[in-house]
């Protein structure tokens, strides 16, 4: 991970923080990560904002080299890398939220579902409004959950793995 030395452009927190996620692409990869509980490469590749492979491949290693998210091998499959959030990631959460609600409130588009991404918490614009504290929790929790859901499958099948290591059908 990068310090934060003197390689920025600017002491700016704004400039800051453009510099290590300011593009579209960036934030539609947290966005997919937070919201939509994505963790490979080609769950990335589906969304429906169509990102190229080699951009796609530049971002994540941004924000990995930044500490925003983790890259670790798939147990089950050696091929795969998992994707997750570290805690300067989740850290976004509150301005991802405040990004939606901006967006909502300045770019209404009629026939916007409840849950506005899907993925995310249904009534997500009218829980923003409600209590925020408890909804940046319920979406915390959630993926501390998937976290752990794939942590257990990871161990899971390693144990299927060694406890069937030597039989025979």
Same mark, same amino acid.
């Given at each position: 991970?990068?310090?934060?030395?003197?390689?920025?452009?600017?002491?700016?927190?704004?400039?800051?923080?453009?510099?290590?996620?300011?593009?579209?692409?960036?934030?539609?990869?947290?966005?997919?990560?937070?919201?939509?509980?994505?963790?490979?490469?080609?769950?990335?590749?589906?969304?429906?904002?169509?990102?190229?492979?080699?951009?796609?491949?530049?971002?994540? !290693?941004?924000? #990995?080299?930044?500490?925003?998210? +983790?890259?670790?091998?798939?147990? $089950? /499959?050696? =091929?795969?890398?998992?994707?997750?959030?570290?805690?300067?990631?989740?850290?976004?959460?509150?301005?991802?939220?405040?990004?939606?609600?901006?967006?909502?409130?300045?770019?209404?588009?009629?026939?916007?579902?409840?849950?506005?991404?899907?993925?995310?918490?249904?009534?997500?614009?009218?829980?923003?409004?409600? !209590?925020?504290? #408890?909804?940046?929790?319920?979406? +915390?929790?959630?993926?501390?959950? $998937? /976290?752990? =859901?794939?942590?257990?499958?990871?161990?899971?099948?390693?144990?299927?793995?060694?406890?069937?290591?030597?039989?025979?059908?």
């Amino acid at each position: 991970m990068k310090s934060h030395e003197n390689h920025y452009s600017s002491k700016c927190p704004i400039t800051f923080a453009l510099e290590i996620f300011g593009d579209k692409w960036s934030l539609v990869i947290l966005r997919d990560i937070l919201f939509k509980g994505k963790r490979y490469y080609s769950e990335f590749l589906s969304s429906p904002e169509k990102i190229s492979t080699n951009i796609l491949a530049s971002r994540l !290693n941004k924000l #990995e080299s930044e500490g925003l998210v +983790s890259k670790t091998q798939d147990t $089950k /499959n050696l =091929s795969k890398y998992i994707y997750r959030l570290t805690d300067k990631g989740k850290d976004l959460l509150p301005l991802m939220l405040d990004i939606i609600e901006w967006s909502a409130k300045h770019n209404p588009q009629p026939g916007t579902p409840d849950n506005i991404i899907n993925g995310a918490p249904r009534n997500l614009l009218a829980r923003l409004g409600e !209590n925020r504290e #408890e909804l940046i929790k319920e979406i +915390s929790d959630n993926l501390e959950q $998937k /976290n752990d =859901s794939r942590l257990s499958d990871t161990i899971k099948s390693a144990r299927a793995g060694k406890n069937g290591a030597g039989k025979r059908n």
